[in-house]
């Protein structure tokens, strides 16, 4: 697949009745889709197929057809923890909308979308004074998402919360338990190709006005600690469990590293806080990849601890140091 840069990115055109192995594509599914638009890092290339599933009837026959042609496949929710290769992605890329980005309360539960924001669910269900999800207002991503990555924040996991979730792949939709998901620090068990498509909160019942309290709280705490208004993918690495690090954050380290600000074309550690790499404009993924490589040479280096990415990638992307 060509790479086409930042420069002359072509429109997605139209896949209906376009032949792959014999199989004609879905009319939803569309060719050579810029994937950069859809990250808040804003860089990467195009996905050789793109479509958005608004219903599970429409996902399950993307998944059927992308069997049939041999081709891998790929989630963007919302973009928030991604960093996708500059040359782009082969295979068909999926976006859940409509129906599979809902939320709806079933009191004390909510059920929602693989594809509804997070900070959306942490509303809602203060709305309706549930709680057990608020920590989810300061995590920009997608149910589908925080269950891959099993999300916490601010003292809140979603492990907890979640009471089952519903996977589809090219053999249809099974429903899962969190102890069928392999959960640990920031990952589960879910496998490539495997697709939240819904999920079930359990919560419990509080006052609406306290919940609605606590989540402008850590809202107000976040964006004390944060970089606002960037164009960043969220925390570049994972706070190490090594003792080496003496407790400290990734971001702790590579700031007393010396790496708030350094850059490397248009990417660098926010002066901020250093564990943010923002795009200040015309960044590239081997710009953003090469950041992170010196950040985490400066921070070995120096404590003697290796950090390990907790960004999510797209596409071939290789870590230098790997």
């Given at each position: 697949?060509?790479?086409?840069?930042?420069?002359?990115r072509?429109?997605?055109?139209?896949?209906?009745?376009?032949?792959?192995?014999?199989?004609a594509?879905?009319?939803?599914?569309?060719?050579?889709?810029?994937?950069?638009?859809?990250?808040?890092?804003?860089?990467?290339?195009?996905?050789?197929f793109f479509?958005?599933?608004g219903s599970e009837?429409?996902?399950?026959?993307?998944?059927?057809?992308?069997?049939?042609?041999?081709?891998?496949?790929?989630?963007?929710?919302s973009g928030?923890?991604?960093?996708?290769?500059?040359?782009?992605?082969?295979?068909?890329?999926?976006?859940?909308?409509?129906?599979?980005?809902?939320?709806?309360?079933?009191a004390p539960?909510?059920v929602?979308?693989?594809?509804?924001?997070?900070?959306?669910?942490?509303?809602?269900?203060?709305?309706?004074?549930?709680?057990?999800?608020?920590?989810?207002?300061?995590?920009?991503?997608?149910?589908?998402g925080?269950?891959?990555?099993?999300?916490?924040?601010?003292?809140g996991?979603?492990?907890?919360?979640?009471?089952w979730?519903?996977?589809?792949?090219?053999?249809?939709?099974?429903?899962r338990?969190?102890?069928?998901?392999?959960?640990?620090?920031?990952?589960?068990?879910l496998?490539?190709?495997?697709?939240?498509?819904?999920?079930?909160?359990?919560?419990?019942?509080?006052?609406?006005?306290?919940?609605?309290?606590?989540?402008?709280?850590?809202?107000?705490?976040?964006?004390?600690?944060?970089?606002?208004?960037?164009?960043?993918?969220?925390?570049?690495?994972?706070?190490?469990?090594?003792?080496?690090?003496?407790?400290?954050?990734?971001?702790?380290?590579?700031?007393?590293?010396?790496?708030?600000?350094?850059?490397?074309?248009?990417?660098?550690?926010?002066?901020?806080?250093?564990?943010?790499?923002?795009?200040?404009g015309?960044?590239?993924?081997?710009?953003?990849?090469?950041?992170?490589?010196?950040?985490r040479?400066?921070?070995?280096?120096?404590?003697?601890?290796?950090?390990?990415?907790?960004?999510?990638?797209?596409g071939?992307?290789?870590f230098?140091?790997?």
């Amino acid at each position: 697949m060509p790479d086409h840069g930042r420069r002359g990115r072509p429109g997605a055109r139209s896949s209906a009745g376009v032949g792959v192995n014999g199989e004609a594509a879905p009319s939803s599914v569309t060719a050579n889709a810029d994937l950069a638009r859809l990250t808040t890092v804003r860089t990467g290339g195009i996905a050789e197929f793109f479509a958005r599933a608004g219903s599970e009837a429409e996902l399950l026959e993307l998944l059927t057809w992308a069997a049939a042609t041999a081709k891998p496949v790929s989630v963007v929710g919302s973009g928030s923890n991604l960093l996708i290769a500059d040359e782009g992605v082969r295979g068909l890329v999926v976006k859940l909308d409509r129906e599979l980005a809902a939320i709806a309360v079933e009191a004390p539960r909510i059920v929602c979308g693989g594809g509804a924001r997070l900070p959306a669910v942490a509303a809602r269900s203060a709305r309706e004074g549930l709680s057990g999800i608020e920590f989810g207002v300061n995590i920009p991503g997608t149910i589908g998402g925080a269950v891959r990555m099993n999300a916490n924040a601010y003292g809140g996991e979603l492990e907890r919360a979640l009471e089952w979730v519903e996977i589809a792949t090219a053999s249809g939709v099974e429903r899962r338990s969190p102890s069928e998901l392999g959960f640990a620090y920031r990952r589960s068990s879910l496998a490539e190709g495997e697709i939240v498509t819904r999920a079930g909160l359990l919560l419990k019942d509080g006052d609406a006005e306290t919940v609605r309290a606590q989540i402008a709280s850590m809202r107000a705490r976040r964006h004390e600690a944060q970089p606002q208004g960037i164009k960043t993918f969220g925390s570049t690495f994972k706070n190490p469990e090594d003792p080496r690090a003496e407790g400290r954050s990734a971001g702790l380290l590579l700031s007393e590293a010396g790496c708030n600000g350094l850059a490397v074309g248009g990417a660098r550690f926010a002066p901020k806080h250093a564990n943010f790499i923002e795009n200040t404009g015309t960044a590239t993924t081997a710009e953003v990849l090469a950041v992170m490589a010196e950040g985490r040479r400066r921070v070995l280096e120096r404590f003697g601890v290796e950090l390990e990415p907790e960004v999510q990638t797209l596409g071939v992307v290789r870590f230098p140091w790997l």
